[in-house]
């Protein structure tokens, strides 16, 4: 357990906005006498698999299930970052697909990028691209990810080790379609700037890949603060 918290340690200095505390628990809960790279890899990976889930797209219930053994002897205690890859299209449109991509421990550089960029603009349907991140981005690799004909997220791997939508104190959140939030704004008199605000680097609007003026409502149903719902707009 020492060795896994020294190893997500390792992950500050901007790879990972998650605290230790958090990673080790997390991590403590599948703790067996496996490697911690496989253990990474697994959590990381089942918490992307979520992640598209909650966004839409169709992931099956035998990924989600796949316990840690059964990702040990199916990818090994050393995965094939190749191996690891998710695709997976949207369930209200098929020919809609998205990428995840787990990048290697090297720093990511425009070389990197553009190499992706090779790999995946030839692919049919690919609207969305999340590239996992062991290492940093440096500036110019950032400016690379414009040139690319889908969005592209980049996730450090330590945020995904743990799926924040399945904390205790988390409320219900439901993401407004276009018509639900013009209703919400015709209603109360308003416009999308008098509601309270949310950024785009929320780790819950990166979770759920929200844009700038979509609007969430969230119910809190708790204690300490009790059942109230307040609207988010995000900017």
């Known amino acids: ?16 906005t998650f605290d230790d505390g958090a990673h080790s628990h997390c991590i403590a809960k599948t703790e067996d006498k496996g490697g911690v790279e496989s253990k990474r890899f697994y ?3 089942t918490t992307a698999l979520e992640m598209l889930r909650d966004r839409g797209y169709q992931v099956s219930d035998a990924e989600l299930s796949l316990s840690l053994s059964e990702f040990r ?24 697909k998205i990428l995840v ?8 550089t425009v070389k990197t990028v ?10 049919v349907g690919l609207h969305g691209l999340i590239l996992v991140l062991q290492s940093k981005m440096n500036h110019f690799a950032k400016k690379e990810l414009a040139t690319f004909p889908c969005t592209v997220e980049t996730f450090p791997i330590g945020d ?5 939508t399945k904390h205790t104190g988390q409320p219900k959140i439901e993401i ?8 919400l704004l015709s209603e109360h008199a308003l416009e999308d700037k008098q509601l309270p605000l949310l950024k785009e680097k929320d780790s819950f609007v990166r979770y759920h890949g929200l844009k700038k003026s979509q609007v969430v409502k969230i119910t809190y149903s708790k204690e300490p603060v009790g059942h109230f719902v307040t609207y ?3 900017v």
């Open 1 to 16: 357990m020492e060795e896994v918290m020294a190893i997500e340690r390792s992950y500050e200095n901007g790879v990972s």
């Open 43 to 45: 959590l990381a990976r």
């Open 73 to 96: 002897s199916g990818f090994g205690e050393k995965p094939d970052l190749e191996r690891l890859r998710i695709s997976v299209p949207l369930r209200s449109n098929p020919m809609k």
């Open 101 to 108: 991509v787990f990048m290697g421990s090297e720093p990511v």
């Open 114 to 123: 553009r190499a992706i960029h090779s790999q995946v603009s030839s692919t």
């Open 160 to 164: 995904l080790l743990v799926n924040i």
């Open 176 to 183: 407004l379609t276009k018509e639900e939030k013009e209703q």
């Open 232 to 234: 988010r707009c995000i």
